[in-house]
């Protein structure tokens, strides 16, 4: 049974950190894509980074570039979103989601979240003074 559980979410003062974990379950991980997205409170879904496992090569929206990291650990099958100088924008329930295995890339990953074929329950992150 495929299952993406993430957590690491919590409430953190502007420019603090957290580091967001997304545990694989039923699938391993190096055939995958893994993207997060995150939905804040009237806002629509929006992605903000992504780990191709074609080519190990990491993405990020340009909201969070420079902030984020992204990184995965085969050996815990696990995914992980650090986030760094973190503001109130950043507010927002965090997924991870893994993408069909037929594209095992993350080209057009902000636009295509219909290819993701997985998702975890979320993991809220609140930050604020």
């Known amino acids: 049974q495929v299952q993406l559980v993430e957590s690491g979410g919590g409430l953190v003062q502007p420019g603090g950190s957290l580091r967001l974990s997304c545990a694989a379950s039923?699938?391993?991980?190096?055939?995958?894509?893994i993207g997060w997205f995150r939905q804040a409170p009237g806002k629509e879904r929006e992605g903000v980074s992504c780990f191709s496992s074609n080519d190990g090569n990491t993405y990020f929206s340009d909201s969070v570039k420079g902030r984020f990291t992204i990184s995965r650990d085969n050996a815990q099958n696990t995914v992980y979103l650090q986030m760094n100088s973190l503001t109130p924008e950043d507010t927002a329930v965090y997924y991870c989601a893994r993408r069909r295995s037929s594209e095992p890339y993350c080209s057009g990953y902000r636009s295509m979240q219909y290819a993701f074929d997985y998702w975890g329950q979320g993991t809220q992150v609140t930050v604020s003074s």
């Open positions: 039923g699938f391993t991980l190096d055939f995958y894509a």
